[in-house]
């Protein structure tokens, strides 16, 4: 029986999920009773936030920056294997171009977010809230978008070949539109709780999928 070489993609998106996740905590008000400002804040609050938490920003971006080296992982091994499969199709290459326009945009965030932990940069105002303006962007919607994409790259072949459950299928389905919707963010206040409500469940489903992509073309799938 022919088996698919490869790391174990739940567990690669498992390490994703907590190096990304142990960053945000560090900017949480888990620590204290401040969390990293949203864009619609002032920007003395904004300004005030990076000049007094350098260090946990600093902490944050190094670990968001690490976290998408696994996911480039997960990226390059799930889309392998579902060529693996005999899959040649359209979605493949969506989830592998949405999953490396996620990493590198969160890259780019994580870069922003460490030029605002360097000392002084916070206290020029304009120069700080134009690098905090591209951290928001890349690292909001500029990456929850193409995170959708990935997960309905992914869900559509395999609802059609039978690879993934129709439920768990469904599930990325419902996933990419809410991120495709998250891009409303960047002009509607509003529409900001779409970053977080495709970012967390993501995890989940990322880790969910990766655990249940059969690794060998003899394997059978649960309903």
Do not use: K
Request: proline share 7%.
């Amino acid at each position: 029986m022919a088996r698919h070489r490869a790391p174990q993609p739940g567990v690669v998106a498992v390490v994703y999920a907590l190096l990304f996740l142990a960053g945000l905590a560090l900017v949480t008000n888990a620590f204290d009773s401040t969390h990293f400002p949203s864009p619609y804040q002032p920007a003395s609050e904004i300004d005030g936030y990076f000049a007094t938490h350098m260090t946990r920003v600093a902490w944050c971006a190094a670990l968001q920056f690490d976290s998408m080296m696994a996911l480039g992982v997960y990226v390059a091994t799930m889309t392998s294997r579902l060529r693996f499969h005999g899959l040649r199709v359209a979605g493949v290459d969506i989830a592998w171009f949405g999953g490396i326009a996620a990493c590198v945009m969160t890259m780019v965030a994580a870069t922003g977010q460490w030029a605002l932990s360097r000392p002084g940069v916070a206290d020029n105002g304009p120069i700080a809230r134009a690098v905090y303006d591209v951290v928001f962007a890349a690292g909001g919607p500029g990456y929850t978008v193409p995170l959708g994409l990935l997960c309905a790259g992914i869900a559509v072949p395999s609802l059609i070949s039978g690879l993934l459950s129709r439920r768990l299928a469904w599930a990325g389905i419902v996933l990419g539109a809410i991120g495709a919707l998250s891009s409303l963010s960047l002009v509607i206040p509003g529409a900001l709780p779409l970053v977080p409500l495709t970012r967390f469940p993501a995890f989940v489903w990322l880790a969910w999928a990766g655990f249940r992509m059969p690794a060998s073309r003899g394997d059978t799938v649960a309903a």
